[in-house]
């Protein structure tokens, strides 16, 4: 049973360009939603997150969107450069803000052309 | 990723021997999670543990595996018997005790089993 899900295995943008990752999610139990960056032979990196008390929250140039009706959150990279062609994963909580046991997403390779 | 230390980064073991991976978390953080990667899947939660003691470990297989996190080292997760299907990277995270900062990831041990 897949709570998380990235419907889009990868993503092609230009350079200069937005980048929307999307990522659904079936339990309302959830709270609290990261997005993590992965490089090939490395360990996922934190980027931003979002509590369920908001519907945005933005960091630079990354800007992630909730919408709890609809269980989806999505994550905005604008302008979109070619260092962030990498593997993002959408995760969620349902401990109140608490990090332990995130469920992920299978994640998006998004590729920045030049 | 800087911080938190996993080894081997690679490590091959034939079917039926023993697989022993190690981390040790950043400095100061006192929570450690361990999850695994299949290939073409998301990471997937095993267990979660403070020094000496396990807190969760809902997501570890029933038989085979094991954790530990004792009071001086690093924490170990320990595979019995290894078969063709625990091929997978795993990823060690650290965590200082605010549940609400987010976890930071080692950059894995990718196991397979020959």
């Known amino acids: 049973d897949q709570q998380v899900k990235q419907n889009s295995p990868s993503l092609s943008v230009q350079e200069g360009r937005i980048s929307i990752l999307n990522c659904d999610y079936t339990?309302?139990?959830?709270?609290?939603f990261l997005w993590y960056k992965k490089y090939p032979a490395e360990g996922p990196t934190f980027l931003i997150s979002?509590?369920?008390?908001?519907d945005k929250n933005e960091d630079g140039r990354f800007t992630v969107f909730l919408n709890k009706s609809a269980k989806h959150l999505s994550l905005h990279i604008v302008p979109s450069q070619p260092g962030d062609s990498a593997v993002y994963f959408c995760?969620?909580?349902?401990?109140?803000?608490?990090?332990?046991?995130?469920?992920f997403g299978t994640g998006t390779l998004l590729a920045v052309q030049p | 990723n800087a911080g938190v230390m996993q080894n081997p980064r690679h490590l091959v073991r034939r079917r039926g021997q023993e697989a022993r991976l190690r981390c040790s978390p950043m400095?100061?953080?006192?929570?450690v999670y361990w999850y695994r990667q299949l290939p073409e899947e998301g990471l997937k939660f095993m267990v979660y543990?403070?020094?000496?003691?396990?807190?969760?470990e809902s997501g570890m297989p029933k038989e085979r595996f094991s954790a530990e996190f004792p009071k001086e080292g690093p924490s170990i997760l320990r595979i019995q018997q290894v078969v063709r299907g625990d091929s997978a990277a795993y990823f060690c995270?650290?965590?200082?005790?605010?549940?609400?900062?987010?976890?930071?990831f080692g950059n894995g041990t990718r196991l397979t089993v020959t």
């Open positions: 995760a969620a909580s349902g401990n109140g803000g608490a990090t332990n046991k995130l469920i």
């Open positions: 339990n309302s139990m959830f709270d609290y």
């Open positions: 979002i509590s369920s008390i908001k």
């Open positions: 400095k100061g953080h006192s929570h």
């Open positions: 543990l403070q020094k000496e003691n396990i807190i969760d």
């Open positions: 995270a650290s965590l200082q005790g605010n549940h609400n900062s987010p976890l930071h």
